[in-house]
């Protein structure tokens, strides 16, 4: 008797077995592919733009705050040119403060690939009233699209 019922049972047919399978690995496949292709285009379109820092130097005596300035050299090593749009700078990576902000479209530093761009620092009075000799700063120069450039710099 037992050997009846197991003979008796309905089965999916080979045939249609092997298509669903076939079916199952052509939808992985899809969204493996749509996923990596996702990954793939947010990853290069950031490393378009890729700062780096070229030279900081710091002008006049500390004392004298009338003459005193910091000209800060960046270089866009990347493919795609982009505008600078914030410029930070202070005493610590968690203490900064910004120095320059463009907010309307089509303002800022503009910085072409395979270029670099100057940016002169006037000292602000919330930090400080002139740079202070062996001191270390931190600056953070942010372009409108891609990664920012933090760096550290002793004067």
Known sequence: MRRNVLKSRKAISPILATLLMIVIAVAAIVVTYAWIMTYMTSTTQQAEVILYKENVRFFGNPTDTARNRTEFTVGNSGTADTRIIRIY?????????????????????????????????????????????????????VPAEGQFLETVQQA
Do not use: C, H, Q
């Open 89 to 141: 700078i202070g005493n610590s990576s968690g203490n900064m403060i910004e120095l320059t902000s463009y907010s309307d479209i089509g303002t800022g530093i503009m910085l072409n690939a395979n270029d670099k761009a100057t940016i002169t620092i006037t000292w602000p009075n919330a930090l400080a009233t002139s740079w202070e000799a062996g001191k270390v700063y931190y600056f953070r120069v």
